[in-house]
């Protein structure tokens, strides 16, 4: 019977042995040996809890691209939105008006900007404006508020991750000509809705938000951010060597001891010991740990997407600065970065204004030189009759001179013409004052023609 269901298992495939039957000698030893490497890893396998180095290794890989909030933790982010957002919004605005090819510049701001938001003023609700841009890629703005003619005047800015666009469509409603907003699943017309992109690209509404097309850069700086904030509250390498030279130091004991010397270095108290103890602090320098470099790369490259001075937001710069480096990269980050948002926000505002009104920003005011080159540059602009004297004095919050005697734009430069009587080739006289020149004051008459009556020097 036995051969027979062992034929039967065999044939079908299946193992067969005896109920009863031993195991042979080497399977035997097989198991023994199992069982004492399983004891042998259930022995050696336990956790090191004791000490706070715990910390090192890659950096870890997110599931997901950094959010907005994620990433403005990181200090360069924040920083280079953040001198961008503030430098446009502290510019001078001024309103204009475009009469017969003319500009005429209004005496105030149109409704719009005089109270545009019911939070804050018109410096915040500018620096939402550009943080949006900075951010996001794009600045949607709610119109909440019209005057008797249909003009907005007041606009709420909306936080970017609430609108959806949908324009995939090939024509008809949801294409890139008609595309169709919502916010917060609601949907809003584009009469109401101020749309203003960044970065845009061919046939998509929604411009291209810097976050997400440089998410690798971000999230390598978030991970050496959070590397170098594990490195000096744990420690990346054992703070010491605690070394008892006399006897070996039972587990135990050494647990003990080990807590003991931690809680006293974290509180930055003395070591008191015994004799026989003998400690050694590992030395590491912070420019060999790597973090310190990608953080620096990170912040560099950060300076470059948006276009600022690396060294403003905790980068590099290749050369050493001097004065004229320094004035020379702030005239370009006013060129090519300020210029640039400045531009888009004027473009979107000339669309909500009157007709043939427009605002200006007054990037002058971001390039100050020092006094001797500002006063040389007023007296080109008012020899040549580019502004007048009272311009000049509220360039220097200075009050217009009296009866109207800074208001004439005459141009004071010589035009080479030798008047009557003088050969053409001789040189004209020079002035008698320049300061009553550039001023633009009448001449002193001298004290005689005064009718001043002298004492003793009266007949000199």
Sequence with gaps: ?????????????????????????????????????????????????????????????????????????????????????????????????????????????????????VQGDLFDWLHRAVTSLCLYGNAYGLITNRDGFGYPTGIEWLNPEHITVVDFAFVGPGSFLEPIWRWRGRMITKDDLVHVPWFTLPWRVRGLSPLAAYANSVTTGLGAQQFSADWFTNGGVPPGDFKNNAKVVAREEAEEISDRLINSIRRHRPIVHGMDWDYKPFQISPNEARFIETMKLTATQIAAIYGVPAERIGGEKGSSMTYQNVEQESIDFVQFTVLNYVRKLESAFFKLLPTRQYVRFNLDALIRPDMKARFEAYMMQRRMGFANIDELRDNESLPPLPNGEGESYAPLLQTGLAPEGMPSGEPLPPSESTLSEVLNLPPRRPYDELGVQGGGNSGR
């Design 1 to 117: 019977m036995s051969y027979a269901n062992r034929s039967r298992a065999l044939g079908e495939g299946r193992g067969w042995q005896a109920p009863d039957a031993q195991p042979g000698i080497i399977r035997r030893i097989r198991q023994a040996l199992a069982g004492v490497d399983e004891e042998r890893r259930a022995v050696e396998q336990r956790t090191v809890t004791s000490v706070p180095w715990n910390t090192g290794g890659s950096l870890a890989t997110p599931s997901a691209p950094p959010s907005v909030d994620s990433a403005l933790a990181l200090g360069a982010v924040y920083a280079a939105s953040s001198l961008i957002a503030r430098t446009v919004a502290g510019l001078p605005l001024k309103a204009y008006r475009n009469v017969a090819g003319r500009k005429i510049e209004l005496e105030q701001l149109p409704s719009l900007f005089d109270e545009p938001s």
